[in-house]
């Protein structure tokens, strides 16, 4: 792998486009080393089977230049990474060069997360990109606390993020933001607001898992791939999905596939086939299935066709007291309450309060989901891999 020499310290600054106010000068050496960091290594080869092992030595080697030089700036914040979003953004770049400038966005993030962790802080972040756009933006960020990211334009922004605590998009146009989300570690809540373009594939797949994923006003194939899809030999989990306000064909084809989905909440989706698929997946696992405006009669052709494993599907119209109990044993609508339409306008700060308030309920019903996730294996049809 190419090897470079990022230090902050040995750059001369540069004048950052995009900033009309005049920036400190951590700022321009923090955008001169991310232009040197995408030159030196805008040759890597990110294909083929070794592809995701080079990504993450790329993702580390950045990572540690930034640790070790960004460590002498105690002022070093939000603001840095704030100058150096809108610095970096609107570029016509290759696909390479989007991830790479990405990946430093990550690490950023990362370092910054990881500070505020040391004095003891929350690392809590909100940017708004004011519709600029800015592809790969925190692609594979390693480390999160809490993140929401809305208002920019640009593909796969949030996507194979591996741990976070919370993590928002909200108002976001392009594909694949928020993809394989989780995949390779553990996120409580992922929740996309008012979102469209084929993104959220793959959410929680792989050996990953994802405590709550919230689809809330999403259009346009929201999830083409589907939630909780596993790759070849995975085994991902999702412990509560709900999609509320949804466009697109079959916007949970492929939930489950190899892996589980413990309790499914769909309210006012446009499809009356969520769960159509062509592909061949050995099986699907989703315990429960609450339906509140759709009738039975229309999941029927889907849910139970292939491989589909569930244990109960209740319909508010046909079984209102069986709804209402399930309802009120998970809390649903303690977490609706939150995802009405003043989502989609709520201050970023005011929304993050109210995915703490969700993610605090997801620990207090935790407990009764992971019931579901027991029953997993005793559902599988024979042959098929068990959780470990």
């Known amino acids: ?50 592809s995701e092992q ?30 150096f979003i809108y610095a970096a953004a609107n570029q016509d770049l290759n696909m390479i060069q989007s991830q790479l400038l990405g990946t430093f966005s990550s690490c950023l993030l990362h370092v910054l997360t990881e500070r505020y ?19 790969y933006l925190f692609w594979r960020c390693k480390l999160i606390d809490e993140l929401l990211v809305e208002n920019f334009k640009g593909d796969h922004i949030c996507s194979h993020i591996d741990n976070a605590n919370i993590l928002i998009n909200r108002s976001l146009k392009d594909p694949s933001n928020l993809a394989l989300a989780g995949s390779k570690g553990n996120i409580d809540l992922i929740w996309a607001i008012d979102v469209s373009g084929s993104g959220m594939g793959g959410i929680a797949s792989g ?23 596993t790759n070849v030999g995975g085994n991902g989990r999702a412990d509560l999905v709900i999609g509320k306000n949804m466009d697109g064909f079959a916007p949970f084809g492929l939930s489950g596939a190899n892996g589980s989905v413990g309790l499914m909440y769909l309210d006012d989706l446009k499809d009356t086939q969520p769960f159509m698929s062509t592909a061949h997946i050995d099986y699907y696992f989703i315990h429960t299935v609450l339906c509140s405006t759709l009738e039975e009669k229309k999941y029927a052709n889907t849910i139970h066709s292939g491989h589909l494993s569930h244990e109960e599907l209740v319909c508010r119209a046909e079984d209102q007291n069986r709804f209402n109990s399930l309802t009120a044993q ?29 993610r605090s309920i997801y620990n207090q019903i935790k407990p ?3 019931k579901l996730q027991d029953k997993r294996d005793r559902s599988l049809p024979p042959g098929a891999h068990k959780r470990k």
């Not at 962790?117 to 592809?135: H, R, V, W």
């Not at 050996?207 to 899809?229: D, K, L, R, S, T």
Request: include cysteine.
């Open 1 to 50: 792998m190419t090897q470079t020499n990022l230090s902050l310290k040995k750059l001369k600054g540069i004048k950052p486009k995009g900033i009309k106010t005049k920036t400190v000068s951590l700022t321009e050496k923090i955008i001169q080393a991310s232009e040197q960091f995408v030159v030196q290594f805008k040759d890597e080869t990110f294909r083929g089977e070794n």
């Open 330 to 358: 998970y809390k649903l609508n303690e977490i609706l309450n939150f995802t009405s339409d003043k989502a989609k306008t709520k201050p970023a700060d005011q929304l993050m309060k109210d995915a703490r308030k969700i």
């Open 117 to 135: 962790q040391k004095e003891n802080q929350k690392a809590s972040f909100c940017f708004d990109g004011t519709n600029n756009e800015f592809k």
């Open 54 to 83: 080079t990504r993450d030595e790329v993702y580390y080697e950045c990572l540690n230049y930034l640790r070790s030089d960004l460590i002498k700036f105690p002022k070093f914040d939000k603001r840095h990474v704030d100058e």
């Open 368 to 370: 009764e989901l992971d």
């Open 207 to 229: 050996q990953g898992h994802a405590g709550v994923v919230i689809a809330n006003h999403i259009f346009n194939n929201p999830a083409n791939w589907g939630m909780c899809i």
